[in-house]
């Protein structure tokens, strides 16, 4: 599966442009999963389309990223980078579960659109400069999706993509932790991924987050695949 097309659609970038296979993603800054090139076909001339790149992040004062993952293209682009002066950042891994035929949120309200709370809870868990949240805001928004809450401590987003549930912003307030608040909230998404329609769900996390992976490996998802950043600034976060 090729997931770095669904968690494109799902945590859609403000603005993109597409040259010649290559998708662009630019969100100011927010996020280097929204502020990257998505290498989805080979763009022909691969010295020519890195450095056009190369130049239209460097005229936004951003640095040039991609997202790497077995299905980027060409198939020699992630030597090409190295070779380059990419360095990997934050090597993430995609896993994946059959959703459970489950009903009952078990508590956990989930609507079609964020309460300030939500997002308040959210971005103090994920957020980084107050400038930055209205964009945060606009990518959350972007595309039709679930956003779960319990107690005004936990949240989490669930994206319906046809049989895929994406589940995204996972947040737990640090007081509320270690008491299994986070693992409600991925059911009660995945029991709505259900009335969706959905029969798989899938996520990413970052390989060094063993917390976050050790939940989902109990709520049985399993790796499937994964995804690094190639970043040739490699002080961008």
């Known amino acids: 599966m090729e997931f770095g097309r669904l968690v ?16 662009l993603r630019h969100a100011e800054g927010v996020t280097k999963r929204a502020n990257s090139a998505l290498p989805l076909d080979d763009p022909g001339d691969l010295e020519h389309a890195v450095e056009r ?37 934050d090597p993430t891994l ?3 579960a059959d959703v459970p035929d489950a009903s009952g949120h078990a508590g956990v309200e989930i609507v079609e659109k964020p309460a300030r709370e939500w997002l308040d809870l959210w971005w103090s868990v994920d957020g980084r400069y107050a400038h930055q949240r209205p964009v945060a805001e606009k990518i959350l928004t972007g595309v039709p999706a679930g956003y779960a809450s319990l107690d005004g401590v936990a949240v989490g987003r669930g994206v319906p993509q046809g049989e895929w549930l994406g ?11 270690r008491r299994g608040l986070g693992r409600r909230v991925l059911r009660a998404l995945l029991a709505w991924g259900r009335e969706q329609g959905c029969e798989r769900a899938y996520l990413v996390v970052v390989e060094r987050n063993a917390p976050a992976r050790a939940l989902y490996e109990a709520e049985g998802f399993v790796p499937a695949g ?12």
Do not use: C
């Open 8 to 23: 494109a659609e799902a945590w859609p970038a403000p603005s993109s442009q597409d040259i010649g296979g290559w998708l």
């Open 53 to 89: 790149a190369e130049r239209f992040y460097s005229g936004l004062g951003l640095p040039t990223v991609f997202s790497m993952d077995a299905h980027a293209r060409p198939s020699g682009l992630d030597a090409f980078l190295a070779a380059r002066g990419y360095e990997i950042v």
């Open 167 to 177: 589940v995204f912003a996972m947040a737990v307030a640090p007081e509320a932790r």
């Open 94 to 96: 995609a896993m994946v």
């Open 226 to 237: 994964g995804y690094h950043y190639r970043v040739k600034n490699v002080t961008y976060g």
